[in-house]
Nanobody, 125 residues
Framework: QVTVVESGGGLVQAGGSLRLSCTTS??????MGWFRQAPGKEREVVAAVSWSGISTRHADSVKGRFTISKDNAKNTVYLQMNSLKAEDTAVYCC????????????????????WGQGTQVTVSS
């Protein structure tokens, strides 16, 4: 049973910061992506990081504000979120892809194999 677990969500004021963490029980190579889903909206990609942690991709909506990174020693992926806006409010999920581990990193949700339950991020304006 593969597990993917997110943590670090919460309530923050607009302009503030949060750091989300994601761990997995996977021991094979994988690409990790962060996705988010706001009420009444489709799930959208936020960012992705390669197995090595060297390659990353970020959605245009978060470029310059969010940064995805990976600590290989801890097998943990982070999403540092700065300058948060009310429109960033959503459930944030991470997902692992074992099918797409080469660049360009996948951004489509159907390319990811294992999903976490998600963590709520609420930004008050």
């Amino acid at each position: 049973q593969v597990t993917v677990v997110e943590s670090g969500g919460g309530l923050v004021q607009a302009g503030g910061s949060l750091r989300l963490s994601c761990t997995t029980s996977l021991r094979t190579r994988y690409t990790m992506g962060w996705f988010r889903q706001a009420p009444g909206k489709e799930r959208e990609v936020v960012a992705a990081v390669s197995w090595s942690g060297i390659s990353t991709r970020h959605a245009d909506s978060v470029k310059g504000r969010f940064t995805i990174s990976k600590d290989n020693a801890k097998n943990t992926v982070y999403l540092q979120m700065n300058s948060l806006k009310a429109e960033d409010t959503a459930v944030y999920c991470c997902a692992a892809s074992i099918r797409r581990i080469a660049t360009p990193l996948p951004l489509a949700k159907n390319e990811y194999d294992y999903w976490g339950q998600g963590t709520q991020v609420t930004v008050s304006s």
